[in-house]
């Protein structure tokens, strides 16, 4: 049985209808990437699901169990870290996992156990003790993390858990997304930034205005909407000769500039040593030379018309590196 079935979920909010009919299903030990820009219905999507906001029509389930009707058993089954973690800045993280481990009905050595455990695990057994209202952006979403997984959840959901973090805290959310996926945990992840989605997620969905446009695989979708590439950059030699030679191997795209040339490689790599031994052949040098894959931005524009916006996937300016 599949982990999340969604069934023509629906959700208005007066006169707007944020999200408008969606389908979808995630298959139990996957990491699922649900992508879309501000306001697409992601994270509306996300809270019916998880139980905090009920549907205005269709149904869906989460481990089993549906999400109006089963809410208590929805809620016993799922981790769930939103994008604003709702963290008591006088508490140390201790105190905190602590008492969410007694939210959860664990006996109290138990709780304790378990409380060390995972700070462990987000690396912040160091600062375990301190008050939370004193850690950086990173440490708070591992925080956040780790309360999700007091209760070993059969499902977790991210909801745009590495937004205006730095480089190097980004990292440490995706190898523990990474480990938890091995460990047999389902991942739900939103997110805006498209290179996470690739980079961990086993299938995608992508939704525009409340309505998924896209589902897949990241390589599928990529498939879909054309063959790599070939980029040349001449060294010398005609321009108009080397399309005449290069149009004999592969189909010419839109040239980026009067020294560049694109090839639809429908081989992929394997054209790459038929293109530059028809220009050796030709007399045309070659100064450098790519194989340029769709990605996951090529797919979202082909499906929506529109990039996600730089302020967007940078809602804040990423947080010093911690030390």
Known sequence: MPAIVVEGLKRSFDEVLAVQGVD??????????????????KTTTVRMLTTLLLPTGGQATVAGHDVVKQARAVRASIGVALQEAAL????????????????QGLPGAEGKRRADDLLERVDLAAAADRRVG????????????????????????????TTGLDP?????????????NDEGTTVFLTTQYLEEADQLADNVAIIDSGRIVAEGTPDTLKTEIGNPHIQLQLAAGSIAEAEKVCAQVGKLLPPVDGRSLLVEA????????KVVRALDDAGIGVESLELVRPTLDDVFVAKTGHHLEKDEQRQA???AVEA
């Open 24 to 41: 979808l299903s995630v298959e139990e030990g996957e990491i699922f990437g649900f992508l879309g820009p501000n306001g697409a219905g």
């Open 88 to 103: 008591d800045p006088l508490m140390t993280g201790r105190e905190l996992i602590r008492l969410q481990a007694t939210l």
């Open 134 to 161: 004193g850690y950086s952006g990173g440490m708070k979403r591992r925080l956040d993390l780790a309360a999700a997984l007091v209760h070993e959840p059969k499902v977790l959901f991210l909801d745009e858990p």
């Open 168 to 180: 190097v805290s980004r990292k440490t959310i995706w190898e523990e997304v990474r480990t938890l």
């Open 266 to 273: 429908a081989n992929g790599a394997a054209d790459i040593p």
């Open 317 to 319: 300016e990423p947080e």
